[in-house]
C-alpha cells in the first residue's frame, strides 16, 4: 500500500449496538481468518504445501493470524443492505494508517513483524490457484522473516467479490493469544472522523442515537445518509 493509500478515507458499517459498545469498551475487534465466509479468503493457509522432496506440509501459523475488514468505498446500496440488513447500521470512517497507528501502539517492541494493513486484490479461482502453483511467489511469502508475506497471503479475494474494494487489518499474534477473537484498545474519539446513520433509518431514531453519541463526547460530525432522499426537481415544457 503507497503512502498515499495510507491517508485515504476507510468505511466500516457496524450495528447501532456494537458501535456504543466501542465507546463503552474503546475496543475494536479483530477475528481469525477462518470465521470468514469465502472458503477462498485464506486459501494460502488452509492449502497443503508441497516440498522438492516429495513431502506435504501445513502452514502451522494460520491461527496466529487476526483481521478486520474495512472498504475504500464511501456509501452503496450494497454495503447498507449487507451490512446493515436491520437498517440500524452506522458507518465509521478512518484512514488505514490511523487504523495501523491504533493496533501498533498496543504492541510490544516487535510490532513491525506483527502489524500490517493492506489493500485487497481481486482474483479470479482460476488465477488464485495459479498464485498457488507459483513456487517462487510462495517461497517469498511463506519463507518472510518479517511477517509481512505471511500476512500478504490475507489479501487475495476472488472477483464476485471485487465490489467490497477491502482494505484489511491484520494482526499476527506469534501465538500469544487464545481464542477466535483479539480485541485492542482504542480511542474511538480519535480513530473515527465521522460517523453516518443507515439511510433507511427512522428519522427519530436517528435523533435518538444522535444525542447519545454527543453525550459521550463524539463532537464530530455525525448524519444520517441522504442515500435514497428524492431529489427536488423542476422540469419545464415547452409547448
Known amino acids: 500500500m503507497t503512502e498515499k493509500m495510507k491517508d485515504r478515507p476507510i468505511y466500516r458499517v457496524f450495528s447501532v449496538n456494537r458501535l456504543h459498545e466501542i465507546f463503552d469498551e474503546k475496543k475494536l475487534t479483530l ?18 504445501g508441497e516440498l522438492k522432496d516429495g513431502r506435504y506440509f501445513t502452514i502451522d501459523f494460520r491461527n496466529n493470524f487476526y483481521a478486520q475488514c474495512w472498504t475504500y468505498t464511501r456509501e452503496s446500496d450494497a454495503i447498507w443492505r449487507i451490512y446493515s440488513p436491520n437498517k440500524d447500521g452506522v458507518r465509521v470512517t478512518t484512514t488505514p494508517r490511523k487504523l495501523l497507528k491504533a493496533l501498533y501502539d498496543q504492541q510490544d517492541k516487535f510490532r513491525d513483524l506483527h502489524c500490517f494493513v493492506g489493500k485487497v486484490q481481486y482474483y479470479t479461482t482460476k488465477g488464485l490457484k495459479n498464485l498457488l502453483t507459483d ?14 508475506g505471511h500476512a500478504q497471503t490475507l489479501l487475495f479475494k476472488r472477483t464476485p467479490f471485487k465490489h467490497e474494494n477491502e482494505v484489511r487489518l491484520i494482526y499476527n499474534s506469534n501465538g500469544k493469544t487464545n481464542g477466535d477473537l483479539y480485541k485492542f484498545d482504542i480511542d474511538p474519539y480519535d480513530l473515527f472522523d465521522d460517523i453516518v446513520f443507515d439511510p433507511r433509518m427512522k428519522y427519530d431514531n436517528f435523533k435518538q442515537e444522535k444525542e447519545k453519541l454527543k453525550l459521550v463526547g463524539f463532537k464530530k460530525r455525525i448524519v444520517k445518509s441522504n442515500l435514497y432522499k428524492t431529489p427536488s426537481l423542476t422540469f419545464k415544457i415547452d409547448k
Open 31 to 48: 477475528v481469525r481468518p477462518k470465521l470468514w465466509d469465502d472458503p477462498f479468503e485464506n486459501f494460502i493457509m488452509n492449502s497443503t
Open 135 to 148: 513456487s517462487n511467489t510462495m517461497s517469498s511469502w511463506l519463507l518472510d522473516s518479517t511477517g509481512a
